[in-house]
């Protein structure tokens, strides 16, 4: 979501704060939460409607197999300029589901979205990532 600087300091919920604080991380607060967890932070109890939650079992897979490859494509020297701009967990974390979401496909386009993704935060941070793709890789 990008919105223009008229709405700073002026929005909550999922969308975060929009303090200006890239650093600050007001969507995970520390957390190491699941799709369910995550979104009953975010549920408005109101007296007159019931929300019941999904069958735990479909919440999204952790993928924790995926944290060392992701981390290393997030913090590859193009991307020095951005490690003191953005929080990389919630990068790490949407890298992750991407390669749980390829079924075993080793093809990299999985991972292009949410690297690239990371690229453009950087540079709306005021970083400025290098080249981080190849003839290989997205």
């Known amino acids: 979501v990008e919105l223009d600087s008229k709405f700073a300091n002026s929005t909550c919920g999922l969308c975060g704060d929009y303090n200006g604080i890239p650093i600050y991380n007001e969507f995970i607060d520390g957390g190491d939460y699941n799709s369910i967890t995550y979104g009953n932070l975010q549920k408005i109890n109101k007296p007159s409607a019931k929300c019941e939650d999904p069958d735990e079992s479909q919440a999204l897979p952790s993928c924790n197999e995926h944290r060392d490859e992701c981390e290393r494509l997030l913090t590859s020297s193009a991307f020095s300029d951005c490690r003191v701009r953005l ?13 749980c979401a390829c079924q075993g496909n080793e093809d990299s386009f999985c991972l292009c979205s949410t690297i690239s993704e990371y690229s453009r935060q950087c540079s709306h941070a005021g970083g400025r990532p290098g080249e981080w793709r190849t003839q290989s890789f997205c």
């Open 87 to 99: 929080s990389l967990e919630m990068y790490i974390q949407a890298c992750m589901q991407d390669k």
